[in-house]
């Protein structure tokens, strides 16, 4: 079965869709426009791009090419769940890096290995796709799992005190945000997962099966990676949260004012409260 | 602390003089800046074992952060700060919170039941006896069991204030922080709450307060935390 190819005029009609939020965007002032058109051209010029790059890079099908890739993939998708978050990129990058590489890189690896399996484990066609595949759900768990945890603990952080001050150990003190961080992170994956097939086709496999092959193979794929991206969406939101806690929480178990990018500003007004929020400043000082 | 939790009780004499006593807290010309406010300047105190301290001061001028450098939540720009003769640093800290029982006007209990709170502080294994000792203090700071059930965030102020007391209590410490306990209690309460600690002379009491129901106990010495010197 051949995949039919779209014209590039036809391509164009469907980009008239996007009359519809324009004009939802001006009935209600949801001041949509300029976002949208914003990302739609990102859209369009990336994949336009990514599309000619993807080309060459199957045609060298280079290991150290695809891995480099692959790299430059996982630092993209960092900043980009980094950057949602109030936390300084430059403070915890590397440990970011560390989860993310950690959950893609073994998940790809195994199933290349193990599932598939392939010759050539680098091979581009499956390290690059799948490899983002899970970024792509990675940093949707990130997303929230960083931001749901620091956010919580600085709202929280007179209780977290206490219950430090009540001689827990930090790690006791912190188990309550961890646990609601990476439950909300995984809730989307969860459900997406529960509903796949009645309420969603996904994309994946409305590709595969528009890519030529039977619906039976698009359905194996479609569970592989199903089971993927939930192993990695944990693995990567778990370790980033574990790996940032020792940049951003200091041996003091206390939280870093100075991990943060608004952290002087929250720190002047929590400097005002009392002595419960002057601690969080102990990040400024030198220890 | 199973028991023993009367306020009428008769507590233990301390042998010792209060010269002989050790030293419990000590802050060595200890500097604490926030950014370039200077919130503390050359504080040098000791506070020995079974003291009942008053820092008295008038509010912002730093006390509350003076017992937060004892617990490491925050740390001296200069000076030092010791905790049963060593020095409180990110290595003691975790043994010095163990030792110290904090409570605060405004404690922030957390988001659950008191049952919930009251099942981790439990899980902390700090009393083996808890269930029967939260039944008796509860019943001495005039809580109703009914609450066990309620979320910490139905409680009243006082009510808040009295669980904190209870938790505080219930951890078995020796040395007490006690920041403004008092504030939102009735005279009544005031006054059966300062004598339960001030009554038992083996506890070492640190008391933030501007209430007079502390101060009116000949056993309490006052430290003006401006001045830097002991009032009486």
Same mark, same amino acid.
């Given at each position: ?11 164009s ?9 324009v ?20 859209m369009?010029?990336?994949?336009a ?14 290991p ?59 091979d ?25 945890f ?13 219950v ?13 945000y ?7 992170a995984?809730?989307p ?18 590709g ?24 990695s ?46 601690v ?7 220890r | ?13 301390c ?40 820092i ?50 405004d404690t ?8 919930d ?8 294994? %700090?009393? @083996?006896? +808890? ?9 001495? &700071?005039?809580l *109703? $069991? /009914?609450?066990?059930q ?7 102020g ?7 007391i ?7 410490r ?6 403004? %306990?008092? @504030?939102? +209690? ?9 004598? &339960?600690?001030? *009554? $038992? /002379? ?13 101060t009116?106990n ?15």
């Amino acid at each position: 079965m051949e995949t039919l190819d779209i014209p590039v005029i036809s391509l164009s009609v469907a980009f008239l869709l996007l009359i519809i939020p324009v004009a939802i965007s001006f009935r209600y002032g949801l001041k949509l426009v300029t976002p949208l058109f914003v990302s739609v051209v990102r859209m369009s010029v990336q994949l336009a791009l990514i599309g000619v790059f993807l080309k060459y890079l199957f045609i060298w099908n280079n290991p150290f090419v695809n891995i480099a890739w692959l790299t430059i993939m996982i630092v993209v998708a960092v900043f980009a769940s980094v950057r949602s978050s109030s936390i300084k990129i430059s403070r915890i990058f590397i440990p970011a890096f560390i989860s993310f590489f950690v959950a893609t890189a073994s998940v790809v690896f195994y199933l290349n290995t193990f599932v598939i399996p392939l010759d050539n484990i680098f091979d581009a066609r499956y390290l690059i796709v799948l490899g983002g595949m899970l970024l792509g759900n990675s940093l949707r768990g990130n997303i929230v799992g960083i931001s749901t945890f620091y956010r919580q603990l600085k709202i929280d952080s007179n209780h977290y005190l206490y219950v430090l001050s009540l001689g827990a150990s930090h790690q006791e003190a912190l188990l309550p945000y961890f646990r609601e961080s990476v439950q909300l992170a995984l809730r989307p994956t969860l459900a997406s997962m529960a509903t796949m097939g009645i309420v969603t086709l996904p994309g994946m496999m409305t590709g595969v099966i528009l890519g030529g092959a039977s619906p039976e193979v698009a359905i194996k794929y479609q569970i592989l990676i199903m089971i993927a991206i939930v192993v990695s969406t944990i693995t990567s939101v778990v370790l980033t949260i574990l790996f940032t806690m020792r940049v951003c929480i200091d041996r003091f178990g206390v939280l870093r004012a100075d991990v943060f990018r608004s952290g002087k500003q929250v720190s002047d007004n929590w400097l005002l409260k009392g002595w419960r929020s002057l601690v969080i400043q102990s990040g400024i000082r030198k220890r | 602390m199973v028991a023993d939790i009367g306020v009428d009780s008769e507590d233990t004499i301390c042998a010792e003089t209060p010269e002989m006593r050790r030293i419990v807290i000590e802050f060595e010309k200890i500097h604490l800046n926030f950014y370039d406010r200077s919130v503390i300047k050359n504080l040098s105190l000791k506070i020995n074992q079974g003291d009942k301290v008053v820092i008295s001061g008038k509010s912002g001028c730093g006390k509350s952060s003076m017992l937060s450098l004892v617990l490491g939540f925050i740390t001296p720009c200069e000076g030092k700060v010791f905790f049963n003769g060593a020095g409180v640093d990110e290595k003691t800290v975790w043994d010095v919170r163990k030792r110290i029982a904090y409570i605060d006007q405004d404690t922030s209990l957390g988001p659950g039941t008191v049952h919930d709170l009251l099942a981790f502080v439990s899980g902390l294994k %700090i009393n @083996a006896h +808890l269930n029967f000792a939260v039944d008796d203090l509860m019943k001495l &700071f005039e809580l *109703k $069991r /009914e609450i066990i059930q309620k979320n910490i965030k139905e409680l009243s102020g006082g009510e808040r204030q009295r669980l904190g007391i209870v938790i505080a209590v219930l951890l078995n410490r020796d040395v007490f922080f006690l920041d403004e %306990i008092t @504030a939102s +209690l009735d005279k009544h309460l005031k006054r059966k709450v300062a004598d &339960f600690f001030l *009554k $038992r /002379e083996n506890w070492t009491c640190v008391i933030v307060s501007h209430d007079p129901v502390w101060t009116e106990n000949s056993a309490v010495r006052v430290f003006d935390f401006e001045e830097k010197k002991w009032k009486h």
